[in-house]
């Protein structure tokens, strides 16, 4: 089914008074950051903070009266699922959602808490999708698939009509893909209103269902991602010849920049964004070349994202940025060496955040021992820095992460 710029207005029509219009806002330090002009989507901003209740309103608005007393069903790794239960509630029809047993338990309490029935079910967005399709045919409910559907990807497409009428100087638009309903909306949308703007596609590398539809290859699929949002096996039917067509390129980001973007878009932008919502930023992290001078827009399409993976995240970018550093330092076993060992650290400037003392290990002579040190530190050049110091002082420190000494 064709899927045209009038059933994308359409659908923006239909959402007006339902769905938020998102702010679409420069980003001075995503620019500083990238050496491109950006922008960014606020999707995170809707009440379930995702682009996904586009789609859904449009979908569950136009049911039948029947339909809607049948009740929905949907497969979702989240997002879609709470988009579906807040729209099904808002118009009074019974949803069940099946979800991944991988699903971020954030995701699985506010979909329950919307008034939907979860059902867990499945390591992968396909296997739910199997367990999805048979609760349908045995109790007669309506599928609302979370991309292969004619009006969710309309739905979806109204956020290119927002930011093109908000910009019309945006030259890229950078979206992440799972299925494929984002990027095929928007690609519509964007193409049939500036034939000339750029549509670039992300997918995480350890997922490049699209990528290997479009490129004929076989990389696999699977694996944890920060971006299970997007961790789809196999690229929607009714996607991939829009995204063939309409897409510039795809680029495929790994977890190290995916976290980075999250952790970017929290400390730069103080916003939430999930793994699939940073998606686009990690691609321009990924390539900055491609993206530098271009007027880009960001499509932050959701921020549900665990608390608690969101604080590793932030230690794990101190680390990588050596602001959060760890030494093995060989030591005399004696009274008083701890404390002069703190003093020392504190004279360098140093924040101890632990201490890991080892005495049976038999590298080191019975009289010494092990001492393991965590701390905060203001850079890399700082990190060495005290690195040096402890090497002068004939504690023979050690990098715990790489297992040898700075160079």
């Known amino acids: 089914m064709k899927i045209t710029l009038a059933d994308i207005k359409a ?7 339902h769905v938020l219009r998102t702010p679409l806002l420069a980003a001075p330090h995503l620019a500083a950051l990238t050496g491109a002009e ?11 903070n995702s682009f996904k209740e586009r789609g859904a309103c449009v979908k569950l608005a136009a049911l039948s009266a029947d339909e809607r007393r049948r009740g929905v069903i949907a497969m979702s790794a989240g997002n879609h699922a709470q988009a579906v239960a807040y729209h099904a509630r808002r118009l009074s029809i019974a949803a069940t959602i099946v979800m991944p047993l991988t699903t971020p338990f954030v995701k699985v309490k506010a979909t329950e808490a919307l008034g939907a029935k979860v059902v867990l079910h499945g390591e992968t ?9 048979a609760i349908a045919a045995a109790h007669n409910l309506v599928w609302v698939h979370p991309y292969d559907d004619p009006q969710i990807i309309a739905g979806q497409g109204t956020i290119a009509l927002e930011m093109l009428e908000a910009v019309p100087e945006l030259e890229m638009l950078v979206v992440p893909i799972g299925g494929g309903g984002l990027i095929a909306g928007n690609a519509i949308a964007a193409r049939a209103i500036k034939p000339s703007i750029e549509i670039i596609g992300v997918e995480c590398a350890l997922y490049p269902s699209m990528w290997n539809a479009i490129h004929g290859e076989k990389r696999p699929c699977g694996g944890a991602t920060l971006a299970e949002g997007i961790a789809v096996s196999k690229a929607g039917g009714m996607t991939l010849p829009i995204v063939r067509e309409l897409a510039s390129d795809i680029i495929l980001v790994e977890e190290a920049q995916i976290e980075r973007a999250v952790n970017a878009f929290l400390t730069l932008q103080k916003t939430m964004a999930e793994g699939a919502g940073a998606a686009g930023l990690a691609a321009m992290l990924a390539e900055p070349k491609r993206f530098a ?10 921020g549900n994202i665990d608390p608690r993976m969101l604080a590793s995240v932030m230690v794990r970018e101190l680390e990588r940025e050596n602001r959060i550093v760890s030494f093995r330092l060989t030591i005399p076993d004696r009274p008083g060496i701890l404390g002069q060992i703190a003093s020392r650290l504190g004279e360098l400037g140093a924040n101890i955040l632990g201490v890991d003392h080892h005495r049976l290990f038999l590298d080191v002579p019975a009289k010494g021992a092990k001492l393991d040190v965590t701390m905060e530190t203001r850079d890399s050049a700082h990190a060495e820095a005290i690195f040096r110091a402890l090497l002068a002082d004939g504690y023979q420190p050690v990098r715990m992460e790489s297992g040898a000494a700075l160079e």
């Open 293 to 302: 001078g271009r007027k880009v827009g960001l499509i932050l399409c959701g």
């Open 125 to 133: 967005v396909t296997e739910a999708q199997t367990r999805g399709e």
């Open 38 to 48: 950006v922008y960014v989507k606020y999707e995170n901003l809707q009440v379930t």
């Open 11 to 17: 659908a923006q029509i239909a959402i007006a008074d």
